[in-house]
């Protein structure tokens, strides 16, 4: 091999790298925005099953409003004697270390059935039993509906989450419990002071803000006041730093510090399944039950009450009362459940990761972005891509080391994640290295391909022989995937067209437009046009792309011309052919619109199914010209630049006529538009006297001269080449728009004094 022919494939192998890394960087972002979430979050959970159940230092029970209870006490709301009692119980019998009731204590939720008076009671019996300040801490929430909005939907509490809170926005409180248990005046609501959050992100299983901010208060989520219980720390010994919250005992020493991310959140660390040996339970009604006992005169039931409450799973354990019973709907799957269970176990596990530190682990991240994830996904992908894309006698042994090398991450990234609960991004680094390999193999297939075939089958579809022969020649190697280019958009579409269609069948319709279809494309590849593609009955094309064409608006402009004159044509020979065809397709009219400038060009669409085509803010405004063409009474329209290009290429063969400055709909700066009248050796000089008289009346129109401009508007449209009634299919031209609607409009509502000229289209 040559020096030279080495380094231009070493040119191409970096260039081929370049292309191929912005895969993994698709990934990386996609994975930054959210959108790989679902598939991560699953593979997390294939992670914990895979580690599977573990122990905890702490031990956590619940207790079940479960259908049982329900059945023997009745239905929610209860009388919250119970809790008051069970509570007590637990706490000054049972030796528990804390208690967390997963039950909102609101007003709002307890219907007017309930016996007010009996309700008033157990408030008071729980309200005297909080005043004493126990370790019991009641359930707060924002998700709650707290107002409807103009449609009747519901608005909600919004989660002051710090990473998502506007600047100087003031977080709103939560729904607080409400009970009147003040101890001097019973009438007076008393919200205790130890309540915890409740709430998780998007009502999920997976992550729970520590802490919200408010104007009141910094409010903890139930498990951390739970934890906080659990070491004996005072509510003044919280610290909330920038990455975490640390629990600080009187003496100083810091008894757990829990590491935060973006500056709130925790992953909950799922322990076990809920229904689990793990996971020791009890209902309610039996735990309130054994309560009562305690105050019997029985001697007996005394006494199984207090060895109920005597048993080791209470001893220092964690208590957690909350509903269960599926009619409560406070259900949702975990990475253990795939089925929904009660979510109060969400607390539990949470006061189990605090309590024993182990965090579920992430590669730093800094300034909000995961560098060091990204950096795992581009190793993995480029390793994998360079084991795939090696060549040689070896290349189908390497292509599968390919594949083992994306297993053994995979299988790495599960222990590592049992060893020591570190989440490694599987999900965008796996997809990254398999789309990555898979894009470099398939362009190694790509580069075997001899450039004449690819060129022409890429582009043999929609550009005339003639072309493809000159790209082929050119050497030239068209860009695919979009890129910037200076081309002149072409839009066509057929007047009424709609009415085509109901006066013809399907067979002669299909007929009639395969042949008129057929003479507008040869035209357009004559002249050196692209075939972007046909819409219905419209035909859209593109001059200078793939290859560039230095005379390109000239050349659109010929083959309006040229379409226009064919249809002529067609006219007559569908006219001679008698009652074949109806008299509308003896007038059939074709509009045309064009404009110049820098487009966006290249194979758009799917991986699988793509299109050759263009797109940008100068293709919008070549389709409006061809649609304005209506309003305009023309049948050919372009923008400034398309013939500002035209006459620097092509002289004054093509004859224009200014039509004025126009907003068309969508953009907001005026756009100067020209009739393409048509080919110097066709225009007759009634036409150019027509059009002369016709720019006269346009400047007394700019000066605004409304009665000049009637007047001369009056006379060229005497001599306007396309008359209504008697050219076929025409139904105005553009002085009698100047002379019906424009100018009566600017008469109408002047314009104001620093107008230009502009007239602003209220129609595509």
């Keep these: 091999m040559t020096p030279v022919r080495s380094k231009k494939r070493q040119a191409f192998s970096w260039l081929r790298w370049a292309v191929l890394l912005a895969v993994p960087t698709v990934w990386c972002v996609a994975a930054h925005v959210g959108w790989l979430d679902f598939l991560e979050n699953k593979l997390v959970d294939w992670r914990f099953r895979y580690r599977g159940e573990i122990d905890a230092p702490v031990k956590v029970v619940y207790v079940d409003i479960d259908s049982q209870s329900i059945a023997e006490i009745g239905g929610t709301p209860w009388d919250r004697t119970y809790f008051a009692r069970v509570a007590s119980a637990l706490i000054e019998q049972a030796g528990v270390r804390a208690v967390g009731i997963d039950v909102l204590f609101s007003e709002n939720g307890v219907p007017e059935a309930v016996d007010r008076n009996k309700h008033v009671r157990g408030n008071l019996e729980l309200g005297k039993f909080l005043f004493r300040d126990p370790p019991v801490v009641l359930a707060a929430s924002y998700a709650a509906a707290v107002d409807r909005n103009i449609n009747g939907e519901l608005v909600f509490r919004e989660l002051p989450l710090i990473s998502r809170m506007e600047p100087g926005r003031e977080a709103a409180l939560p729904e607080l419990p409400a009970l009147r248990t003040h101890p001097t005046d019973p009438k007076k609501v008393w919200n205790p002071a130890l309540v915890g959050l409740i709430d ?26 739970l934890a906080r219980l659990h070491y004996g720390v005072a509510r003044d010994g919280v610290r909330i730093g920038g990455d975490a919250v640390e629990f600080v005992r009187e003496d100083g020493t810091v008894a ?69 019973d599926p009619l409560e709907q406070d259900l949702a799957p975990t990475p253990f459940d795939d089925v929904p269970v009660p979510k109060v176990g969400i607390h539990g596990n949470m006061v189990k990761t605090i309590v024993s530190g182990r965090y579920l682990q992430r590669l730093p991240a800094w300034g909000g972005v995961a560098w060091l994830d990204f950096a795992v996904v581009f190793g993995l992908a480029i390793g994998v891509t360079a084991l795939a894309v090696s060549g040689g006698v070896r290349a189908a042994l390497n292509k599968a080391a390919s594949v083992v090398a994306m297993g053994a991450f995979a299988w790495l990234a599960f222990e590592i994640f049992k060893a020591s609960h570190l ?25 075997e391909e001899k450039a004449k075939g690819r060129i022409k089958g890429m582009f043999g579809a929609y550009v005339s022989p003639q072309l493809v022969d000159r790209m082929v020649e050119s050497g030239e190697d068209p860009q695919l995937g979009g890129h ?55 035909v859209v094309a593109m001059f200078g792309a793939p290859l560039a064409l230095p005379d390109h608006a000239y050349r659109a402009c010929v083959a309006t011309q040229r379409v226009h004159k064919k249809l002529g044509e067609l006219r007559e020979k569908w006219r001679s052919e008698g009652k074949r065809w109806p008299e509308i397709v003896w007038q059939m009219q074709s509009r045309i619109g064009l404009n110049s400038g820098v487009c966006t060009i290249g194979n758009m669409g799917s991986r699988t199914r793509f299109n050759y085509t263009m797109m940008g803010d100068n293709v919008n405004l070549a389709a409006r010209m061809e649609s304005g063409a209506k309003s305009w009474g023309v049948y050919t329209m372009c923008a400034e630049a398309t013939k500002a290009a035209c006459v620097q290429h092509g002289g004054d063969r093509v ?104 007239y602003v289209m209220k129609e595509k």
Aim: net charge negative.
């Design 423 to 447: 989440v490694l991004p599987l999900a965008p680094a796996v997809g990254a290295a398999f789309t990555t390999s898979f894009a470099g193999v398939i362009w190694q297939l790509m580069e």
């Design 484 to 538: 910037d280019e200076e081309i002149t958009a072409y839009f066509s579409d057929i007047q009424s067209f709609s009415t085509f269609s109901e006066k013809l069948g399907s067979g002669p319709l299909v007929e009639l437009m395969n042949e008129y279809l057929t003479a507008c494309t040869d035209i357009v590849q004559e002249e050196g046009g692209t075939l972007d593609k046909y819409i219905g009955d419209a």
């Design 200 to 225: 998780t992100i998007d009502g999920g299983t997976r992550t729970v803000p520590a802490f919200a901010p408010t104007p009141v208060r910094t409010y903890l989520h139930l498990s951390l006041e």
């Design 256 to 324: 757990a510090r829990i590491p935060l991310r973006e500056g709130q959140l925790i992953d909950v660390n799922w322990f076990s399944r809920w229904s689990s040996a793990k996971n020791p339970r009890v209902p309610i009604s039996t735990t309130f039950a054994y309560a009562e006992m305690l105050a019997s005169e029985n001697e007996e039931e005394r006494a199984a009450a207090e060895a109920f409450f005597a048993q080791e799973e209470f001893k220092d354990a964690i208590v957690l009362i909350g509903p269960v």
């Design 655 to 758: 004859v224009f006529r200014p039509l004025g400055r126009i907003v068309v709909k969508g953009r907001t700066q005026a756009v100067p538009i020209y009739e393409i009248v048509g080919l110097k050796e066709d225009v007759t000089d009634k036409t150019r006297e027509c059009i002369a008289l016709f720019e006269q009346g346009l400047k007394k129109y700019y000066a605004r001269n409304w009665n000049g401009a009637l007047e001369l508007f009056a006379k060229s449209r005497e001599l306007e080449p396309n008359v209504p009634g008697v050219t076929p299919g025409v139904m105005s031209n553009p002085s009698l728009v100047y002379l019906e609607k424009v100018v009566p409009e600017a008469i109408e509502t002047p314009p104001p004094e620093d107008w230009d000229g502009r």
